[in-house]
């Protein structure tokens, strides 16, 4: 992302790596699974945060494929780079570089050449998405594929509602709209590939929610309330007063300690494919 043109409200903090490893932990299988590489794919991963997806790209790909991850931040690049010791063999096909999505830093012999563009919660965050898209059908070859998944936070839900979130939501999604950015992008990512030049082909939901009694119900609610206190003092600007905050986040805890709470919430995909020239 171009620094000038987007606007990343959580920021890079070891608070916020921290709530990503684990944000990645929940969602990465299902991402995963809905690309359904075969193997020996080129990968182009735009906006690649942390890594772990695009390491887990690297994986899926086999022996004979190849990704390379585009990053702007460069506490972000340098997580990505660190290799635990068990990925040594991927590493020599891995390759995270740091650069501007609406400016993507490939060299001229690589444009038109990768299999796959895969972007996730990244256009949410820039104010021209379609450019980002179209440097993305740029660097895919004909018949390559680019894949976006993002945000529609008009869709999540929690229930029974917690005292104060609506307003508290409702906060959070105009620190978006004050930036210039959409909260609400994931509904449009089929337009967006269109716009692109691309095919459009595919579209999906990946269920990004659980509820009590589940294993993985906590870490849905420690990502909500990491997520809300990361945006803070953004939400403060919009008119959500201080002293409403603290009941307001408490109130979401409490939530994820009832024996009936539930997390309703989708991440939007979808799927295009660059006609033959």
């Known amino acids: ?19 990503l490893t684990r944000l990645n932990q929940l969602i990465n299988a ?43 931040s460069p506490e972000q690049i340098a997580v990505s780079r660190r290799a635990d010791p068990d990925r040594g063999e991927l590493a020599a096909k891995l390759e995270f570089r ?23 919660f990244l256009l949410e965050h820039v104010s021209d998405p379609v450019a980002v898209v179209r440097g993305m059908a ?14 529609d936070h008009g869709v999540v839900r929690l229930w029974p509602e917690p005292p104060g979130f609506p307003e508290l939501w409702a906060a ?32 999906s939901w990946l269920f990004f929610g659980s509820c009590a009694g589940s294993q993985d119900f ?25 002293e409403r905050f603290p009941p307001a986040i408490a109130a979401i805890e409490d939530w994820g300690r009832r024996p009936d ?5 989708s991440i939007c995909w979808a799927e295009g494919i660059k006609p033959a020239a």
């Open 138 to 151: 740029r660097a895919i070859r004909p018949g390559g594929r680019a894949v976006l998944e993002d945000d």
């Open 98 to 120: 740091q650069g501007d999505a609406l400016e993507l830093p490939l060299a001229s012999d690589e444009w038109g050449t990768f299999d796959l563009a895969h972007t996730r």
């Open 30 to 72: 299902a991402s995963l699974k809905e690309l359904r590489l075969e193997g020996g794919e080129k990968i182009l991963d735009v906006g690649s945060g942390l890594g772990q997806l695009t390491w887990a790209l690297a994986g899926a790909a086999g022996p004979h494929g190849s990704v390379l991850g585009i990053e702007r």
């Open 261 to 265: 709470s539930a997390l309703w919430y």
């Open 172 to 203: 959070y999604l105009e620190t978006y709209r004050r930036a210039g950015n959409d909260p609400y992008v994931g509904r449009r990512l089929v337009a967006l590939l269109a716009e692109a030049g691309l095919r459009p082909s595919r579209n």
């Open 218 to 242: 906590t870490g849905y609610v420690e990502n909500l309330v990491r997520i809300l206190e990361g945006a803070q003092p953004h939400l403060l600007q919009v008119g959500f007063s201080a």
């Open 1 to 19: 992302m171009k620094r000038a043109d987007s606007f990343y409200v959580h920021g890079t903090t070891a608070v916020e790596q921290q709530r």
